[in-house]
């Protein structure tokens, strides 16, 4: 049976998370003192905080370092990107082994309520509450490979061409890296002639639905798979609402949840 500890972090995403971030030894002239935490500790601890929702105060002891530990952790290997490289990281192993299918990619975004912080504005979906979006680009198989956060006032389509810039270059099967999809769907929020016009140019076919002209259930045949990651994502409950007041902290979350559900189509 698998201990707590082991079914957050498996020896194969600590294996991949040693190749993003190195160690960091700490050498006390003086001598003494206490054991430094150890970096698989604070990475348990932080994918707990992230699945169960749960405060950085109400951390159970049973993970072994402090929470202030555990948060000082997170906040500097944040600001080194290195969840954005794990992500990375994960996506390059997945397109080794021809796990992810780029002949059609969706984009969509989720609104979440916000308590305070930068990149946060009223919601016009929910009665003007303060809020932050969520958006992401998924293949066809519902795997994220482009995500970001903005105020939930933001319009969709303006969110569209940073997502596509942002997907990296990714490791193929055969053949050279990849980062640009065969077409892109998207909702009406995303149907402006300029944003045809660049993803034209950049060789990406795209079928957006027109306002005013096509349904949406029509495009809904091909656009559920974003709409169940966006239900994977939920199962991150430190999503449910944003209790940073940072902006990249909470991207980090969001990029960690993305990290976990590559991991796990990964190891199946």
Known sequence: MTS????????????????????????????????????????TAIVFVATSGCSWRQLPPVFGPAWPTVYRRFARWTQQRVWARLHRVILNELGAQGGLDWSRFAVDS???????????????????????????IVDRRGLSLSIGISAANLHDSQALIPLVRGIPPIRSRRGR?????????????????????????????????????????????????????????????????????KPEHFLAFTAIAATLICHRRLTN
């Open 177 to 245: 890296r990849r980062r640009r999809p065969g077409k892109l769907r998207g909702d009406k929020g995303y149907d402006y002639q300029h944003l045809r016009r660049w993803l034209s140019s950049r060789g990406i076919q795209h079928r957006i639905a027109r306002r005013g002209i096509e349904f949406s259930q029509r495009l809904g045949r091909h656009r559920w798979v974003v709409e169940r990651t966006v239900s994977w994502l939920s199962g991150c409950r430190r999503l449910h609402r944003r209790y940073e007041r």
């Open 110 to 136: 989720v609104s979440v309520r916000a308590l305070k912080g930068q990149l946060t504005g009223p919601n016009p979906t929910d009665r003007g509450k303060l809020g932050s979006k969520i958006h992401l």
């Open 4 to 43: 707590l500890a082991e079914h957050l972090v498996s020896d194969e995403l600590w294996e991949l998370f040693r190749r993003v971030v190195p160690e960091t030894v700490v050498v006390r002239p003086q001598g003494g003192g206490r054991r430094r935490a150890g970096d698989r500790e604070c990475l």
